[in-house]
């Protein structure tokens, strides 16, 4: 009897639930071990008691196997109604879901209006780093936006762009601002106009190399990647993202104060960099400050080396860093396919989620662009929100919908009030870049979420409870690596 062909079915609808359970079971031992890895407390309790349900339901499973009761009539109903509730829920989260239209038009997608470029003379950290009190240019400014003046004299009453480096630290601050002084000296060094937008290497004798769009795309890419980028996209400029006037000054070359900016380059090749995990989790503290300038540093050495190259191949090119940016970097990233912005203002990643830095280069070099993608972030992004409520000085919206701003959709972040806390923390803060659920380390769990939700409106809005669930609401900075401590 048992060799019928209806219990040989039921023997493999058996063996595929042991299976199907064991593999749960591995998913949830993996993320036990990845809580664990990630210093995680909270998760780490969770994932325990997850793992034991697991292992729990697969042992009971196999003790009704071992049984027979699975080749008696209740027992098949409960074997089949079994696989009916997985398959069911397998279409229901793997399945991907209709595309954001407006994402895979890259920044296109969300333009409702007609926008204006933006005069970098007003953004506020090239107001604050730049404008000198008592100068020419402080009065020719503040004569013009009076209403900034308060906010600005505020800030540097408090000793500079972010107020006293460090100051969420002291009094043991010391060893970890050192570090990060000796990262940001690297785009101070870099940011020259002979660096940013050098000529052709002498040895070249300004001869013009012919490479047509592909193989100039694949070298490009292929150097870019070699010389220590993370991710690499090409995108089509928008002159939109290209800033109107010259804001932020260095070397004194105040004769650039002001001066307009030509939207005369067609591509952008926009670089991310990897932050550690590690080192932004202690945010607000200064950990996370000397992995903003360890990545800033980065992204400065290999934007100034890919416009070189790009030089010495006969074309235009332009190097875009932390201390020389011609252009708006999230939207020259989305439209090179390299993520969508979130909530937080950052632009938000496959790979890394929000933890990243960019840099880019802007050249006349004809290239391939690459497509803009939809990884489901503004919709994750609408319910979410951890940002929005972490964020220490409410400049994260909560709205529902992105709003128009410049004749853009956006969740627009209040950068006023954002970089007043930069001022009162001594740090770049990181807060909202930490608790992003996008954030997590990428371990394979991590990896096996993101994949889900970045095809899945429903993976999307449960992941975003269980992130919750698992990791809690609010932010709880943690400890910092044993070399960039700090004993408060």
């Excluded at 890259?106 to 007609?114: F, I, L, N, P």
């Excluded at 290239?367 to 929005?388: M, N, Q, R, S, W």
């Excluded at 899945?456 to 990791?471: E, P």
Aim: aromatic share 12%.
């Amino acid at each position: 009897m048992n060799a019928s062909p209806f219990f040989i079915i039921v023997d493999v609808l058996i063996f595929l639930g042991v299976l199907g359970l064991a593999v749960q079971a591995f998913i949830g031992l993996a993320f036990f071990f990845s809580s664990v890895w990630e210093k995680e407390r909270r998760a780490t309790v969770f994932a325990a008691v997850q793992f034991a349900g697991m292992t729990a339901l697969l042992i009971i499973f196999l003790l009704m196997a071992l049984s027979g009761f699975f080749k008696t009539a209740p027992g098949m109903v409960l074997l089949i109604a079994g696989y009916i509730t997985v398959v069911f829920a397998a279409i229901f989260m793997v399945r991907k879901t209709a595309p954001n239209l407006r994402a895979l038009q890259g920044t296109a997608g969300y333009m409702v209006s007609k926008g204006n470029r933006f005069d970098e003379r007003v953004q506020v950290f090239a107001r604050n780093r730049s404008i000198r009190p008592g100068s020419k240019q402080y009065h020719q400014f503040y004569r013009d936006h009076p209403e900034l003046e308060k906010y600005d004299s505020e800030r540097r009453e408090k000793g500079g762009p972010l107020g006293k480096i460090g100051l969420i630290d002291k009094p043991d601050e010391g060893p970890n601002v050192a570090a990060l002084l000796a990262s940001i000296s690297i785009p101070i060094h870099l940011c020259s106009p002979e660096v940013v937008k050098p000529d052709s290497h002498p040895l070249m004798n300004g001869k013009k190399i012919d490479l047509s769009p592909s193989e100039a795309t694949i070298r490009i890419k292929g150097y870019a990647t070699n010389i220590g980028a993370d991710l690499v996209g090409i995108a089509k400029i928008n002159p939109l993202w290209i800033y109107s006037h010259r804001g932020e000054i260095f070397h004194e070359n105040w004769e650039e104060w002001g001066r307009e900016i030509p939207a005369d380059h067609k591509y952008a090749i926009v670089v991310a960099e990897e932050m550690s995990f590690d080192m932004v989790g202690p945010a607000p503290h200064t950990p996370s400050l000397i992995e903003s300038m360890k990545n800033y540093a980065k992204g400065a050495y290999i934007s100034t080396q890919l416009a070189a190259f790009i030089a010495n191949l006969g074309y235009e090119a332009t190097a875009n860093h932390l201390r020389h940016y011609t252009a708006i970097l999230p939207p020259l990233a989305v439209d090179a396919g390299l993520g969508e912005v979130g909530r937080l203002g950052y632009l938000m990643t496959k790979e890394f989620g929000p933890r990243i830095r960019l840099s880019a280069v802007t050249t006349n070099l004809p290239l391939i662009p690459d497509k803009p993608v939809d990884i489901g972030v503004e919709d994750f992004c609408k319910f979410c929100k951890k940002c929005a409520t972490c964020c220490p000085s409410e400049s994260i919206p909560y709205d529902d919908e992105p709003k128009e701003f410049n004749g853009t959709l956006k969740w627009k972040l209040n950068d006023e009030t954002c970089f007043g806390y930069w001022a009162k923390a001594g740090t770049d803060c990181c807060i909202c870049m930490k608790v992003c659920p996008w954030s997590h380390a990428r371990t394979f769990p991590h990896r096996l979420i993101v994949w889900l939700i970045a095809r899945n409106k429903y993976a999307r809005r449960i992941f975003s409870v269980m992130d919750n669930i698992f990791y809690g609401r609010i932010s709880i900075p943690k400890a910092a690596p044993k070399w960039a401590r700090f004993k408060n």
